[in-house]
């Protein structure tokens, strides 16, 4: 039997044992995890049924990683900077900005479509296009971007832009507990 050409340094073992660790793509973990695995000198019969792959994937996967490091084994659908529009950099700042700020703080009154309390589909769209020039067709990258920022879609409430401030309501309440029944004379006929 011949003795394995590939074999991984302790150091490129620990880092793709850690990348395997922080990705949130389940194809990018597998890949990661048989390149490990195989540069440890596990046999690709084992490798196979942990990684739930094929062989001729898990030989794909060592040579890409042999020619391109580990960017050849990242997940294309965010690394195609012509599919995806932002750059791995450019979605770390917009997680960055999402995590520490609220629409509110960011966006202006005259364009949110919330009230800004909440990130919401609508103003992480006028958020991404005024930070970076970039809109999506769909609204499922945007709330791609929303989960891979870790957050929770949140929905638009129905709300009048034009709410008048405190004062009025406060008045008009008023109004109304003046004409309410328990504070007239009069008795409800039902």
Not at 44 to 55: K, L, M, P, R, Y
Not at 74 to 91: D, H, I, P, V
Not at 108 to 134: H, N
């Amino acid at each position: 039997m011949m003795k394995r050409q590939f074999e991984l340094k302790e150091q490129e073992k620990g880092m793709l044992r850690q990348m395997a660790h922080d990705t949130h793509e389940a194809a990018e973990r597998t890949r990661l995890q048989a390149v490990r695995l195989y540069g440890e000198g596990r046999a690709v019969s084992d490798i196979i049924d942990i990684a739930d792959c094929g062989e001729r994937s898990v030989r794909r996967w060592v040579a890409q990683y042999q020619m391109e490091g580990v960017e050849g084994l990242r997940s294309k659908r965010y690394g195609n900077e012509n599919a995806a529009k932002l750059t791995r950099e450019q979605r770390a700042e917009v997680k960055a900005k999402v995590e520490h700020y609220r629409p509110d703080q960011i966006l202006p009154p005259d364009i949110r479509v919330s009230r800004g309390e909440f990130w919401t589909v609508s103003d992480l769209r006028i958020a991404v296009k005024r930070w970076y020039g970039v809109s999506y067709q769909s609204d499922n990258s945007y709330r791609s971007l929303l989960k891979e920022c870790e957050l929770s879609l949140q929905r638009v409430e129905n709300q009048y832009r034009s709410r008048p401030n405190e004062e009025t309501v406060a008045e008009f309440e008023a109004k109304l507990e003046k004409k309410s029944p328990t504070n007239c004379n009069i008795t409800p006929s039902w």
